[in-house]
């Protein structure tokens, strides 16, 4: 966006990694919902397609805001006129520097990943958001025992009830085909990258594209196809190594079969879990798929940030931080405008794409000094996405999030197909998950927007029979 507007200046692009993320495929499924691929570049096909842009591989050492200048780890400097800070996310390990312990961030983390689980019998999952989702149903051929501190699986884009309808998926034995990824992935030549990638490891990559586990063959070392078991309401307490474990003699326990009482474990595994209800489980890894925080590091020493609850960088609605010339969009930023109603952050590919277009209009109107208004995508939260090869959206307060007590819902189900749940407060649809293949998320989507008082229809909102599309259109 900003090369386009600017052709004559200068644009430079800092990363660490070799390659960028392009949004490809992408399709706006109705005024605020979008879906598209995410796939890997190598950056020169970027430089070549707008000579003013140039990519520089290196992480950032330093930000001296009051100078204008960034210093890099390879030992330059760049000044800036504007600068706008898309530094994303880092997975929040429950324990750092545990070499049992893995993170899932970016591409080598997920290979990392795909690596370990080829050579195991059973692993800890612990997290219950999108990616713990997505990987604890694509996992087949090894015993996986999921901790959640929820009561309900998915609790971040659903309710108990939706928990309820998709977790028949987990423990059936047939699985449909996964489809054939788009996706392409481009490496470096030569044994320099390799060396390059070891000392960078603890770099975070750019994140995830929303088809990540597509392409990669998540398959351990055993025959059947699938086998979980969910310990809810708790967290874990401890982490112990083989040794360490032994001196405890302690106790850990099998796999839990649904028909017998579960029987202490004679298998010696490299790492165990404690978990806070008391149970001890064995197992050859831990995953930690349990949220993001803020990548703001690199950029806070001897800069005056006003930084959020979240340890985002607080933007205003034009995405600029309180230090002059400066923007952040993306999982680094906090939004601390005034929200729409129906809107609210959450750290997600579709939404860190919107707040880059906006953040590059922005700085296009600063410098021009002309006005903008606030970017439509940011009037009403939507986002679409794959949740056990069920097609998942979600409008608005779907969780009914900041609502209190003052609201009702009203439910539709037919199980194995579909699940409507809608948000209702005054007579006014404010939120809705839609799973299955249930075209609602346009009439939906304009029932939020346009805060129509649906109080006549009452229940009829929701019947089958009544084909509510042509009610509204």
């Known amino acids: 966006k900003l090369a386009m507007e600017f052709p004559s200046e200068d644009i430079f692009l800092m990363t660490t990694s ?14 605020t919902l979008e879906e598209f691929d995410v796939e ?11 000579p003013n842009i140039k990519v520089i591989q290196s992480g950032v050492k330093q930000l001296k805001s009051d100078e204008h200048k960034i210093f890099t780890e390879d030992g330059k400097e760049y000044m800036y006129e504007k600068l706008c800070l898309c530094a994303g996310a880092k997975p929040k390990l429950i324990f750092e520097g545990n070499p049992y312990v893995l993170g899932i961030r970016d591409t080598d983390s997920a290979q ?20 713990a989702l997505e990987l604890v149903y694509e996992i087949h051929g090894c015993e996986v025992i ?28 047939k699985r449909e085909t996964p489809i054939e990824c788009k996706r392409t992935k481009y490496t470096m030549e030569g044994s320099e990258e390799k060396e390059r990638r070891r000392a960078a490891s603890d770099k975070p990559g750019s994140a995830l594209g929303p088809d990540w586990h597509e392409g990669l063959c998540l398959k351990g070392t055993k025959e059947f196809s699938h086998k979980v078991h969910i310990e809810t ?27 017998k009482n579960v029987e202490p474990d004679k298998v010696l595994w490299p790492v165990y879990v404690e978990l806070t209800n008391g149970k001890i489980y064995g197992c050859d890894f831990i995953v930690s798929a349990t949220g993001v925080v803020p990548n703001v590091k690199p950029f806070l020493d001897g800069n005056n940030f006003a930084v959020g609850e979240d340890g985002g960088l607080n933007v205003d609605k034009h995405m600029r931080t309180s230090l002059p010339d400066i923007y952040a969009a993306g999982d680094i930023c906090t939004a601390s405008w005034e929200p729409s109603p129906v809107w609210h952050q959450m750290r997600l590919w579709t939404q860190a794409r919107q707040m880059g277009w906006y953040a590059a209009k922005c700085m296009v109107a600063d410098t021009l000094g002309e006005s903008i208004d606030m970017d439509f995508s940011f009037e009403l939260f939507a986002h679409v996405t794959k949740f056990f ?15 209190g007590l003052d609201h009702e819902l009203m439910l539709r189900c037919t199980k194995g197909q ?24 346009e009439t939906f989507e304009n029932l939020i927007l346009n805060q129509m008082d649906l109080s006549a229809y009452g229940e009829d909102l929701l019947n089958p029979d009544i084909d509510i599309e042509d009610y509204f259109d």
């Open 146 to 173: 999921w901790a959640i501190k929820d009561k309900a699986i998915g609790n971040t884009f659903f309710d108990a009830g939706a928990a309820e309808f998709l977790t028949p998926k987990l423990t059936a034995e």
């Open 389 to 403: 090869n069920y097609k998942v959206v979600v409008l608005g307060k779907y969780n009914a999030q900041g609502l």
């Open 233 to 259: 309401l708790c967290e874990v307490k401890k982490i112990y190594l083989q040794q360490e474990f032994i001196q405890l003699q302690r106790t850990s326990l099998t796999f839990p079969k649904e028909e």
């Open 112 to 131: 990392a990943f795909q690596k370990n689980l080829a050579q195991s019998e059973r692993i800890v999952v612990v997290g219950n958001g999108g990616i």
């Open 18 to 31: 070799p390659v960028i993320k392009a949004v490809t495929n992408f399709k706006q499924v109705s005024k």
């Open 40 to 50: 890997e570049q190598p950056s020169s096909l970027l430089e070549r397609r707008y």
């Open 418 to 441: 579909e699940y409507v749940k809608v948000v209702m407060q005054n007579g006014r649809m404010m939120g809705a998950v839609l799973i299955g293949e249930t075209d609602l998320e």
